[in-house]
Each structure stands twice: as C-alpha cells, then as structure tokens.
C-alpha cells in the first residue's frame, strides 16, 4: 500500500525496525576512502585514442568512471533533478495513485527496492519508468509536475545517444567495431530510475540501496550535484563517487561484463543516506532487447581466455535477477560456464 512510501512523512524520529540491517552488514561509514574517488574521463578532448585509453583502464579495474563535457545539455540535467525533487514533493494522495509494488509493471512508484522478498528494507522512494520507445511510454507517466513529461523525455532521448556513444567507445577499446555493442545489444529497452532518498534518522544503520551489481548493459547516473551518497566497491574497499559538477557516473553492468568476456567489471555499488540531507539520483539503463543471445565475441575467446559464461538470452537473465535478493552472490556466477 502507498503508506508504505517514506516520502509521504514530512519527518522521520527515528529508523523504524524494518529498516535496520543486522550489525555486521551495517555501512561502517567511517571505514569508507572519501579521497579515492573512480577516474573521470573528458568527452570533449580530441583526442580519441586516449579516450579509448582511458575508457579501458576505467572498465576494467573500476568498472564506473564519471564523463564530463558529454554534450547532454546542462540545463535539461538541472531540469531533470528539479522535475524529479518536485514530483517527490507532490501531496501523498497524488503519489498513492501511482504506487506499486508489482515488479513487473512498467510504471509505478515503489519503494525500497522489492518489499515482497526481501527481509530489510532500504531507505529510499523510487519512480521506475520504461522509456523506450517513448511515444509508447510518455502517455502512460505521470502528469504532475505539468512539465514532467516534457522534461523527462528530453532528458531520456540525451542520454540515450549518450549511452549509444560510450557503448562505441567501450567496443573500439576491447579491439571491436563501434557498433559490435550496439548491435549484439539489439533494440535496447531504456528504464530509469528515479531514486528518493529521504533524510534519515540513523544512516550507520541502513542503506539507501544496499550492494547490488547491475543486470543491465550500461548504466548513467545523474546525481545530486551537492549530497554524496554513490560508494564502489574496489579491492575490498568501499570508495565514495564524489559528486562532481556537470558530470554523469557511468558503470558496467552484468551484460558488459558478459560481452567482454570478463575484462570489464560489473561491480557492486550501494547508496548510503544522510542524517541532515535528502538526496536525488537518476539512473538510466541501457538494457538489452530480450531476446539478445548474450555470448562474448570470437575475438575475446582467442587462446588462452576461454569463455567465462554460457551463453543465454537477457530474457533469461533478467528473470533470474528479480527472482533473488540483491544482494546475493553476483548474478553472473549462476551463468559460469
Ligand atoms: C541504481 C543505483 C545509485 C544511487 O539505481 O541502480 O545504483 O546513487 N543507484 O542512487
Ligand atoms: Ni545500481
């Protein structure tokens, strides 16, 4: 039921049951490197082969880089997390008319992240939309804010491009054609994530999402240029993704790693909440066509790297994602060959 939201209540006293993690998968806060940060790669720089360069290095020890200069219109991201803060601020009667917990819908505002599996909730709203192709979607998503839908399509068909053009980069930097991802990929489906994390009154406690990898191919993330909250795992470490001016967070998720045969990571990432601040992210999902057949290419299954998965449709895989708990060993494991 909608009550179920946490954006609903003006103001939490204290974290509810439901929300606490046993001790030992608590956040441990203080343990988190602050300074190490995941690289950031310029998108405007003329030079191509370092970009590659760069894109490669990225992919394969971190498996997230920010982009700068990325040619998405810096206006329309500010539009984007304002429309998104407005809609979580809409009165709660409006909000109920959307809520559901039903994974399988393709519009609907939830919260935590599947609350009919799992044991601990997490502390976040969310609005899950599909996006591609819009002219079938748009009439279906919310009508208020008034220029909600204007907005968020603008936004989702920038990123989009965005997203075509870091997947030509990212084949060009493991030896392939531009479009070898693009095309393997299919006609991709393209979801986003609008995520609401409200302030929270014990963040040591709980997460905002805890650590999952990414069923999708590629993913971007809009942040919240002044709440940090994004953390990567790295060699045993949990290091924050600083949020920087302008720029979006890109990552690796599962398929990728597939298709490269396991040189490029899908690496677990968690939000943590704040005490003193709210914060917004937009994530969008670049997600193969279902009936893609996920199989590396010849190229990388040369001598001496045999193929590290079967091979399988995304239909497969996707439903064997939502079948788990997030948090599960990597989803990929169950597709070793
Ligand atoms: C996600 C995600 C991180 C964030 O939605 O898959 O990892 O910072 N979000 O909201
Ligand atoms: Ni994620």
Known sequence: ???QLLSTVTHHGSLPETYVRPESERPRLNEVLRDADVPTIDLGSPN????????????????FFQVVNHGVPIELMLKMMAVALEFFRLPSEEKAKLYSDDPAKKMR???????????VRNWRDYLRLHCYPLEEFVPGWPSNPSSFKEVVSSYCREVRQ??????????????????????????????????????????????GLQAHTDPNALTLLLQDPDVA???????GKWIAVNPQPNAFV??????????????????????VVNADKERISVASFLCPCNSAVISPPEKLVADGSPAMYRSYTYDEYYKKFWSRNLDDEHCLQLFRS
Request: proline residues 3%.
């Open 1 to 3: 039921m909608a009550d």
């Open 48 to 63: 191509l082969s370092q970009t590659v360069a760069q894109v490669a290095d990225a992919c394969s020890t971190y498996g």
């Open 109 to 119: 505002l939830s919260t935590s992240f599947n609350i009919r599996k799992e044991k």
């Open 162 to 207: 965005l997203g075509f053009r870091l997947l030509g980069l990212i084949s060009i930097s493991l030896g392939l054609e531009e479009d070898y991802m693009a095309t393997v990929l299919g006609e991709q489906e393209q979801h986003m994530a609008v995520n609401y994390y409200p302030k929270c009154p014990a963040p040591e406690l709980t997460y």
């Open 229 to 235: 909250g994004l953390q990567v795992r790295k060699d």
């Open 250 to 271: 890109v990552n690796i998720g599962d398929q990728l790693q597939a298709l490269s045969n396991g040189r490029y990571r899908s690496v677990w990432h968690r939000a």
